[in-house]
């Protein structure tokens, strides 16, 4: 055990293509997601999380070296984590909360100060010695040898769930012989996953796991998903910070809106290390990088141009802003209540923001009306939204990013049937997928090796126009019009230009 003296979090499966890609993350990942949420059970089936324990303790170091033990000696993949010093209360409900993630916890290391506590969790929980840690803690390890998804059977959520479930999910633990950096964390409550809305996050944890899986294979970067039970912001706040040290930044994860502002706003606020809403700026980054390239092939320029957002939530809202940013002077947005207007009463309090600057002559009618003459569609809400006749009366040249996952607003081959110049989507399956996988590898993987501790507006702009910019003017064309996700220089790009 001496010879190690680290843990990183990698792939059980190598992403070598993009049908690789469709099966580990999006839009296969939904088919395991839906599946857990119907029976809870199954998340032992389809994630690793029936070989996953948490080692909690006062001291990181002192949680590694457990973890390392476990893992070299046992097989067991355990994650090391510290939680600064609290009161027992405050201990419990941290260890209750991080239930959906793990299939035991080892307190082991701080036995004195639980042995009286009575946690309420229906997971094994190690308070003392034990002479066999295996059966104590019930976890089951396995591994697969299989060098391409398309070796699987079936169409792809079939083929998503097969691999899944021999491969007992898409990421372990693995010790390493030279000293690593801590993990990112990936932290949700699973109140927004995907497109499938409020499933839980446990249900949510197989996507976790493939942006893990992303992290590693796209940007070089260890990262760890944490699943909270509790979908109190306020509660999910206090937990992240008393496990601060235990990461090198964190990635907050489909966490619905406005809770996800509440969230994210507090901890940039209060945590010492970086912190970044993959769902509202990664998302914004990728579209404003997308809709750049677009504009171009359009030979429209953004001052002048219509646009119409279906979805009013965290991604929209930021994508929004930052488009904003860029001089589009023309947005109405939508939700389920209809057009987003000042004064609405069904807004929250980032929608009463928001519409300071959309919309501004209030206009109430409905999505069919408010879509003729606009020039881009942007859709971040739920599918068969956008009808072929819809796009029929846009402007010429219409532009249409459908990226509801895991299905779009409307597939892309009606789109271009309808008349769209340029269509978009969020999956790996279709052409220009616009997907935040393109972003947060290479971001993070630049903010860690410059020790940046705050990412900020001019960052993510700077991030959009070199995104753009990846792709080659020779290349540049209405199917093309954002780099592939596995090009490896998308990364490197990322990374090189967060300063």
């Not at 009575?118 to 034990?130: E, T, Y």
Request: glycine share 6%; charged share 20%; net charge negative.
């Amino acid at each position: 055990m001496a010879q190690y003296s680290g843990i990183k979090i990698v792939p059980k499966v190598k992403v070598n293509d993009k049908h690789d890609l469709a099966v580990v993350y999006t839009p296969g990942v939904a088919a395991s997601c839906l599946k857990i949420k119907d029976n809870p059970e199954l998340s032992y089936d389809y994630t690793n999380r029936e070989n996953s324990v948490g080692v909690i303790s006062f001291s990181y170091s002192e949680s590694l070296n457990r973890a390392i033990f476990l893992k070299s000696t046992l097989g067991i993949d355990a994650y090391p984590l510290e939680i600064k010093e609290v009161t027992k209360e405050k201990l419990k409900i941290v260890v209750q909360n991080l239930e959906p993630t793990f299939c035991a916890i080892d307190l082991s290391l701080i036995s004195d100060f639980v042995k009286d506590i009575k946690f309420d969790v229906g997971i094994p929980v190690l308070k003392g010695a034990c002479t066999d840690l295996k059966e104590f803690f019930m976890c089951v390890s396995k591994t697969i040898m299989l060098t391409s998804s398309s070796k699987l059977e079936g169409n792809l959520n079939e083929q998503s769930l097969a691999l899944r479930k021999m491969a007992g999910g898409v990421i372990e633990t693995e010790p390493a012989t030279e000293e690593q950096k801590k993990p990112v964390g990936i932290v949700t409550d699973g109140s927004a996953v995907l497109g499938l809305g409020n499933i839980g996050s446990l249900a949510g944890l197989p996507v976790m796991e493939g942006k893990s899986v992303l992290f590693s294979a796209l940007g070089d970067v260890s990262a760890m998903p944490l699943c909270l039970k509790t979908q109190v912001p306020e509660e999910v706040i206090e937990i992240v910070q008393l496990l601060e040290n235990s990461f090198s930044g964190i990635n907050l994860e489909d966490i619905c809106a406005p809770n996800c502002f509440t969230v994210e706003n507090k901890l940039i606020d209060t945590l010492s290390i970086p912190v970044f809403h993959d769902d509202q700026h990664g998302t914004a980054i990728v579209v404003c990088a997308a809709l750049l390239n677009a504009l171009a092939l359009a030979n429209k320029k953004p001052e002048d141009i219509n646009l119409v957002f279906s979805g009013a939530g965290a991604a929209a809202i930021a994508v929004c802003k930052l488009v904003l940013s860029l001089g589009v002077k023309n947005i109405t947005m939508f939700d389920k209540f209809g057009a987003v207007y000042k004064g609405r009463k069904e807004n929250n309090f980032a929608l009463s923001e928001i519409s300071d600057y959309t919309n501004l002559t209030c206009n109430q009618s409905p999505l069919k009306e408010q879509i003729k003459g606009a020039d881009v569609f942007i859709g971040l809400s739920a599918p068969n939204i956008l009808t072929p006749e819809m796009i029929k009366t846009m402007n010429n040249k219409p532009i249409v990013f459908a990226l509801a996952n895991p299905t779009p607003e409307i597939m892309p081959s009606e789109a271009k049937e309808a008349g769209a110049f340029i269509v978009a989507s969020g999956r790996s399956d279709f052409e220009n997928q616009i997907n935040n996988s393109l972003v947060f590898p290479g971001l993070f993987n630049g903010v860690l090796k410059h020790g940046i501790k705050k990412i900020t507006k001019e960052m993510k702009l700077n991030l959009a126009f070199a995104l753009a910019s990846a792709v080659k003017d020779s290349e540049l064309s209405a199917d093309y019009i954002l780099p592939d996700a596995l090009d490896s220089i998308v990364p490197k790009t990322i990374s090189e230009n967060v300063r």
